[in-house]
């Protein structure tokens, strides 16, 4: 029994759709970019099942996707792509992205001094108190001072005494108070300034103002910045961004089913009018998977190796950086990996969609947060297909025959 177990667990582990057997071949065949540390791992584990699964025991979803991407069929490379895509898809319908405004581009963040900070009210320190020990100090000098002259012959002081009365009779005539007194007054003066309330109003300071007037400067120009890139900008059409986007969902699943020359030539078409989204991404994929770079053309001209293996790559890379959703980067690549090891294992394919006669994207309505944003228009007959709401009729293009091409 432990024999049958332990089979049927390699069976459901067996990745029937990789098209490489070791690391070493599909570096070779379809470029991938192992780095350093990647090579040192496919030392131990040269067979790219085991070099994968070792992956995910050290948690690196997204090196496992790239060498997804480098390996596996191209057939079931682009399904993968494209389930992956609808994953994102219904992450955003149920926490879309905050639309940001080119207004907001270099915008300085507010920045708002604290009352405590404006205006500094509260003296540092006691006044009174620190008047009160300076009069202590005084005294006990004066008393000290009396001590020692005690000792001084007393004609000797009697004449210094006179002179020093002289001296002050001047003082008191000129300052009216004699030079003990004003030095006295002077110090006390000094502890009430610098004692006293001290208000401080930065708000209006020579300092603030010439920073106001440099952001004001720095405002203006980032403004007149912002209008050039406006102007120098295409106006966004929302609606047929949606409708380019519904278009390539609609191409890449006809493809996956039927790959085609007409219906690479669609994916093609449809790619280059949003190469920028992963709707549009999706698309080229699709064509690069095809092989032939002019499908229609008499000459075939081959797909470089690793071009379909870089364009995945970099799709799951923009989905996996996609604002809004439900979930980070990291968890993003888990998912993306878990649904890329199912398409591998050959347990999650287009067969049962086929079966049913139904795309997996045409029912989702996957854009109805995008549609808020414009008015609503009528649906001309292929919107109806891929928003769900047509007839119970034929929901997705007609699938021509399945053609047995992979390169």
Known sequence: MANVSNQLEWMNKHLVLLQYQTV????????????????????????????????????????????????????????????????????????????????????????????????????PYDVDKKIADFHAFRDKAFAAHQERIKNIDPEVRKDCEEAIEIVMSEIRKKHGKDLFELLDATCEKMLRNHGQDIVIDIENSPITKARKELQDKIEASRKETIETIKAALPKVDLKAQIKNKRSALDSVYSYIVSPDEDNANNCIKIGNKGPDTPEGLLALVAFWSFGDLAPKGTTVVKTPAGLLGNGINSLMLMLALAPGGEKKLKERYETYFNLGYEVAAGRNNWSKSVEEGKAP????????????????????????????????TQSTPPAKPVINRFK
């Open 24 to 123: 070493k071949e599909a570096i070779e065949q379809e470029m991938f970019p192992a780095t350093t540390d990647l090579l040192e791992i496919a030392e131990n584990y040269p067979n790219s099942e085991d070099f994968l699964h070792e992956l995910e025991n050290k948690k690196e979803f997204k090196d496992a996707c790239t060498f997804l991407a480098y390996n596996l069929h191209h057939r079931a490379a682009v399904w993968w792509s494209y389930i992956c895509v609808l994953d994102l898809l219904k992450e955003l319908k149920k926490a879309p992205a905050k639309p940001r405004d080119i207004d907001d581009i270099g915008k300085p963040k507010p920045f708002n001094l604290p009352d405590w900070a404006k205006k500094m009210e509260e003296p």
């Open 361 to 392: 994207h045409a029912e989702l309505n996957l854009y109805a947060n995008m549609e808020k944003d414009v008015a609503a228009t009528e649906e001309s007959p292929s919107d109806a297909l891929s928003s769900g709401k047509a007839d119970n």
